[in-house]
């Protein structure tokens, strides 16, 4: 299959891992709307391919992301143009739409995409970069990584949904202090709040990050990685006695899944399962009402 060509991305495929990589290296990867609108078409991309088990954001070069670019942060402090980007036509919005409207508003979509996203953090983290770091579902750090939000250095609130997604991360406290200071922090302190899972080393950080969703699709029914990404995300939003009735109601139907054979007799036969993609037959998700 060929891949896309992208202004400021690099996007390979290898089964079963799609490789986001934020490609403004020379601008420690600084984002610009058009190249937010290019990361939603990626993902877009990799959530439609079967051979995407899960994907891996990162960044080229020493660096993750700077956050938003500061000429463009320039212009707008001086009232000329904007942070947002319209929404072009020919670029479908990624993720599950039966999520609800909570989870379609902003970089909200990253936590509806259909499959597994681990943020590889590579270096700097800053910004909005962090946003779209805290806003995927597992996080790798390299051990010179460094974190900062820098929104009330910069005269700024809290944006894009960072104070409903990091609070959740580190509780309330720790959020506050880390908005509030916009301090620099970095790999083992990330670790311990909770802001990643793993620090691992420099060289390894891809290896071990592509290990993990290989591991997934190796063990993992990616039509169950589908539903549990989707439980845990409306839960959050829902009291306990409506997710325990709904978590219900998708074990029932997992029940009658070609998937549950599989894991059985897998188990049974002492062998690896051998689980169909997402898209290669497994039975479709029935709709759950959008919360609104």
């Known amino acids: ?12 495929v290898d089964d079963p ?15 610009t709307g058009p190249m937010l609108l290019e990361l939603a078409d990626a993902f877009g991309r990799a959530e439609r391919d079967d051979a995407v088990v899960g994907i891996v954001l ?15 942060l320039s212009a707008v402090s001086q009232g000329e ?4 980007s319209e929404w072009r036509g020919d670029i479908e919005k990624p993720g599950d739409p039966e999520m609800g409207d909570d989870f379609r508003g902003g970089y909200t979509w ?9 943020a590889a953090i590579n270096g700097p983290c800053a910004g909005l970069g962090f946003v779209l770091a805290m806003l995927c579902d597992i996080r790798f750090a390299a051990a010179e990584a ?11 609130i809290a944006e894009h949904g960072i104070s409903w997604i990091l609070p959740r991360l580190v509780g309330p406290s720790h959020a506050l202090d880390l908005l509030w200071t916009g301090r620099k922090f970095g790999a083992d302190e990330a670790l311990r709040l909770g802001v990643v899972n793993r620090v691992v080393p420099q060289v390894e950080l891809l290896v071990q990050s592509r290990s993990y969703i290989i591991d997934l699709a190796r063990s993992s029914a990616p039509s169950s990685l589908q539903i549990m990404k989707r439980q845990v995300y409306r839960h ?7 997710a325990l009735e709904e978590s219900n109601r998708l074990m029932a139907e997992s029940l009658t899944r070609d998937d549950f054979k599989e894991g059985v007799a897998s188990f049974l036969e002492k062998r690896q399962p051998r689980f169909g993609r997402v898209g290669e037959g ?3 998700l029935t709709p759950t009402p959008a919360r609104r």
């Open 58 to 72: 990162t960044g080229s070069g020493r660096g993750f992301s700077a956050g938003a670019d500061m000429e463009m």
């Open 236 to 242: 959050l939003n829902l009291p306990l006695g409506p």
């Open 1 to 12: 299959m060929s891949q896309p060509q992208y202004q400021s991305l690099l996007y390979q």
């Open 17 to 31: 891992v799609a490789t986001i990589s934020f490609h403004r290296p020379d601008r420690l990867n600084a984002l």
């Open 110 to 118: 990253m936590l509806s995409v259909r499959k597994p996203v681990l």
């Open 146 to 156: 460094v974190f900062t939000t820098a929104f009330a250095n910069r005269g700024l």
């Open 81 to 84: 143009g904007s942070v947002a």
């Open 282 to 284: 497994t039975a479709p």
